[in-house]
Nanobody
Framework: HVELVESGGGLVQAGGSLRLSCAAS????????MGWYRQAPGKQREMVAR???????NYADSVKGRFTISGDNAKNTVYLQMGSLKPEDTAVYYC??????????WGQGTQVTVSS
């Protein structure tokens, strides 16, 4: 059984920062990529950032230069450092195993609200 647990969401003013964490537990191995996604009310879920086991990253254009994804293999944790937050970043943020044997597992999500 694999479980992903996100944390670190909350309410922040525009221009502020938050760091999200995604901790994986269970029989985790052969994970080749992890991603952060978000879903705002009335919108489709979208990819925000992605990191491979080799450390390669890619970002949605809307967050480039403001968000940074990183991982700690020893802790089975992926982070999303978010800066210069905007009201349009308001969404539920999810982490997902994007590659490997457990591809497709989602966390439960954490709410990020950015006030103007």
């Amino acid at each position: 059984h694999v479980e992903l647990v996100e944390s670190g969401g909350g309410l922040v003013q525009a221009g502020g920062s938050l760091r999200l964490s995604c901790a994986a537990s269970g029989s985790i191995f052969n994970v080749t990529a992890m991603g952060w996604y978000r879903q705002a009310p009335g919108k489709q879920r979208e990819m925000v950032a992605r990191i491979t086991s080799g450390g390669s990253t890619n970002y949605a254009d809307s967050v480039k230069g403001r968000f940074t994804i990183s991982g700690d293999n020893a802790k089975n944790t992926v982070y999303l450092q978010m800066g210069s937050l905007k009201p349009e970043d308001t969404a539920v943020y999810y982490c997902k195993i994007d590659g490997g044997w457990y591809a497709g597992y989602w966390g439960q999500g954490t709410q990020v609200t950015v006030s103007s």
